[in-house]
């Protein structure tokens, strides 16, 4: 995985975002997200991509017995280890890309937009698959693939004038380069068939699928959708859940 967080400059920025001050209660796909947690009262909990340890203080308040925030931004864990410690949380650097523990380690893998950074996401698919313990769930967000499919992530104005998301290249899967918070950062397209089936080809069971919008209970976000604000005519991240067969 690239290091881009550990830009100076754009770890500033980044810490200017509102999900970076105000955590998940800033972050619009947070109540998407927590519907589908499992129950995380004496589980071993990992969050692959911890970033600055939000879902990892959430795991350890909800009654996780251990949770373990991998990342591989030497600045993300400094600011985790700084705002958001709890004796049951141990954090690491590490790439989620490659990083494995010993098999059935974990009750519940969790990953907050950080796949996207993955070029095998089979890989570290399998890699999940056999450090759940039987039973286990894995829960991830990941920007959506017609977010991801053109490159640019940017809107569009047409010659008519009206504002559209553009995809393209959509089933060319790989790198692409994008400008976010000034810096170009390299993130990876998956379409949603090669998501779907490393999930399931890695053997766990898929239990749910969501693409937020923004939940209709938040006034902000309810007014945005009636105005048909840009952000809630195309889906900008997915959210897929699934567990580990218990006779695993």
């Not at 999900?19 to 004496?42: I, M, N, T, V």
């Not at 450090?131 to 693939?145: C, K, R, Y």
């Given at each position: 995985?690239t290091?881009t967080?550990?830009?100076?400059?754009?770890?500033?920025?980044?810490?200017?975002?509102p999900?970076?001050?105000?955590?998940?209660d800033?972050?619009?796909?947070?109540?998407?997200?927590?519907?589908?947690?499992?129950?995380?009262?004496?589980?071993?909990?990992?969050?692959?991509?911890?970033?600055?340890?939000?879902h990892?203080?959430?795991?350890?308040?909800h009654?996780?017995?251990?949770?373990l925030?991998i990342?591989?931004?030497?600045?993300?864990?400094a600011?985790?280890?700084?705002?958001h410690?709890h004796?049951?949380i141990?954090?690491?650097?590490?790439?989620?890309?490659t990083?494995t523990?010993?098999?059935?380690?974990?009750?519940?893998?969790?990953?907050?937009?950080?796949?996207h950074?993955?070029?095998?996401?089979?890989?570290?698919?399998?890699?999940?698959?056999?450090?759940?313990?039987?039973?286990?769930v894995?829960l991830?967000t990941?920007?959506?693939p017609?977010?991801?499919?053109?490159?640019?992530?940017?809107?569009?104005?047409?010659?008519?004038?009206?504002?559209?998301w553009?995809v393209d290249h959509?089933?060319?899967?790989?790198a692409?380069?994008?400008?976010?918070?000034?810096q170009?950062?390299?993130?990876?397209?998956?379409?949603?068939s090669?998501?779907?089936?490393?999930?399931?080809?890695?053997?766990l069971?898929?239990?749910a699928?969501?693409?937020?919008?923004g939940?209709?209970?938040?006034?902000?976000?309810k007014a945005d959708i009636?105005?048909?604000?840009d952000?809630?005519?195309?889906?900008?991240m997915l959210?897929?859940?699934?567990?580990?067969?218990?006779q695993?």
């Amino acid at each position: 995985m690239t290091n881009t967080y550990d830009d100076a400059k754009f770890f500033e920025a980044y810490a200017k975002m509102p999900r970076s001050q105000h955590g998940l209660d800033a972050a619009g796909e947070w109540p998407d997200f927590q519907a589908l947690l499992p129950d995380l009262k004496g589980k071993h909990v990992l969050d692959l991509g911890c970033g600055y340890g939000w879902h990892c203080e959430y795991a350890a308040e909800h009654g996780a017995k251990a949770v373990l925030g991998i990342d591989s931004s030497t600045r993300m864990l400094a600011e985790a280890e700084a705002h958001h410690r709890h004796p049951a949380i141990t954090y690491q650097q590490g790439d989620l890309a490659t990083f494995t523990a010993a098999p059935g380690s974990f009750d519940v893998v969790l990953s907050s937009l950080a796949l996207h950074y993955v070029a095998d996401f089979s890989a570290v698919m399998h890699h999940v698959a056999t450090m759940l313990a039987p039973g286990g769930v894995l829960l991830f967000t990941i920007e959506h693939p017609l977010f991801t499919a053109e490159g640019s992530e940017q809107w569009v104005t047409t010659a008519a004038g009206q504002r559209v998301w553009p995809v393209d290249h959509y089933f060319d899967e790989g790198a692409r380069a994008t400008q976010f918070l000034g810096q170009t950062v390299t993130k990876y397209h998956h379409t949603l068939s090669t998501i779907v089936n490393s999930v399931l080809g890695s053997g766990l069971q898929l239990t749910a699928v969501a693409e937020p919008r923004g939940s209709k209970a938040d006034i902000e976000a309810k007014a945005d959708i009636e105005a048909k604000a840009d952000w809630t005519r195309a889906p900008m991240m997915l959210i897929v859940r699934a567990e580990k067969s218990a006779q695993a």
